[in-house]
């Protein structure tokens, strides 16, 4: 029986590769985009060992992030492809495949039917790149930094370290009881809101926001070691 033809668009759906929606030329790494830094060190770290591209993109919708991470999972993953943070392979009915996408999608060698899925790697560069991120060392940075607001970073991670987290405003009332919201001795307004130091400790790992702020196991780590 003549098969009917199957479309381009149809072909290339079939044989379909993980998709960008992030532009990689407007959106250059980590340095011009901090809030990439976290996901990247997960995602990196996670692929340690060989793993399936969507479980890559699975980690990234199961992690929390700050807002400001707006990248699509599936386009972050295929940007970390692209700067070579992460290798991507092809695997054709579980055996891998030299060709690129592109060589796939013209290789009438290959039935339609076949069964195609996607790995990814770290990649040395990736290893190399991300290290700086590791939550510990960021965190270990948050308080070396600034030595004069160690003790209110301390204490907002204290803080949330509890089950159930701390809303924002009970956090801050719990540090204005405290008398620890810094105030200009001239004017005595607030000269450090306490939003710096929340700011501070989500962007290296130490909060997390889940209708709540909550310490991290990164951040109950840090409070061990300074305690």
Known sequence: MEQTPMRESEYQMKRRAPKHKVNVAKSPILVANPSYATPAYDVVTFCEEERLFDDAVQLLKDNTYPKTF????DGFVSLMVDNDFLEMVIYVDGERYEGTFDELIQDESIPLEAEI????TATDLGRETVAPYNPAAQLKAVFENDPASAPVHRRVLELCA????????????ALKAEDLIPHDPRTGLVSI??????????????????????????????L????
Not at 213 to 222: D, K
Not at 224 to 227: L, M, V, W, Y
Request: proline letters at 4%; a negative charge.
């Open 224 to 227: 061990a070691e300074i305690q």
């Open 193 to 222: 809101f306490p939003t710096y130091y929340i700011d501070n400790l989500e962007k290296a790992g130490g909060l997390v926001w889940k209708n709540a702020w909550f310490a991290t196991e990164e951040g109950r780590s840090i």
């Open 70 to 73: 707006v990248a699509a999972p």
């Open 117 to 120: 899925t996607y790995t990814v």
């Open 162 to 173: 509890g089950a159930e987290g701390l809303s924002r405003q009970d956090l801050e009332a």
